[in-house]
């Protein structure tokens, strides 16, 4: 099954772009939409969130480092203490929030491709339903019936993400 990265930028920006949606009953997204410069319920176009948002995305592999391992320091000077292993990302940027989907047809556009960006990705990447080689087709938004996507997008909110700065940290002692 191939791996690849979910869909974030256009082939055509010449910085990254990251995409999201998150559930408007989701106790963050209560707090973004409070953070807008104008009242959600007034919106008719996307919204800038100011300032600037850091997205963390952190590695699912990470470990307590006992203080044993450290076979050269421990015996001379019995100055260890235990430590962790971990590794992420940070990610620096502006967000645009996307609110409205019935009022703002720029939301709803916004929504349609990343509703339909993830699901495809999704459907091939992680569960291989990519029709090649004889293998099924993925499932597709347009197999949901039109109002009821209308009706969830009614209940999300879309962020993209203009990235200004990545910084890695990867903490990770060396072997004993």
Not at 46 to 52: C, G, H, N, T
Not at 83 to 111: K, M
Not at 136 to 161: F, Q, T
Request: aromatic share 8%; charged share 20%.
């Amino acid at each position: 099954m191939p791996s690849s990265p979910p869909p974030s930028s256009p082939p055509s920006s010449s910085k990254p772009v990251l995409r999201a949606h998150i559930a408007k009953a989701n106790p963050q997204c209560q707090a973004i939409l409070s953070s807008l410069p104008q009242p959600p319920s007034t919106q008719t176009t996307p919204q800038p969130l100011d300032p600037e948002v850091l997205i963390l995305f952190t590695s699912p592999y990470h470990s307590y480092i006992t203080p044993k391992y450290y076979t050269t320091t421990k015996p001379t000077t019995g100055k260890v203490a235990p430590t962790w292993n971990y590794a992420s990302v940070q990610i620096y940027g502006r967000a645009r929030i996307y609110h409205s989907s019935e009022s703002c047809p720029a939301t709803s556009d916004f929504l349609d491709t990343q509703l339909r960006d993830l699901s495809r990705h999704c459907e091939e990447h992680i569960m291989g339903y990519d029709g090649q080689d004889g293998r099924e087709e993925g499932w597709s938004v347009d197999d949901a019936p039109a109002e009821y996507i209308r009706i969830l997008k009614r209940n999300i909110v879309g962020i993209e993400g203009q990235v200004y700065l990545i910084i890695h940290v990867l903490k990770n002692i060396p072997s004993h």
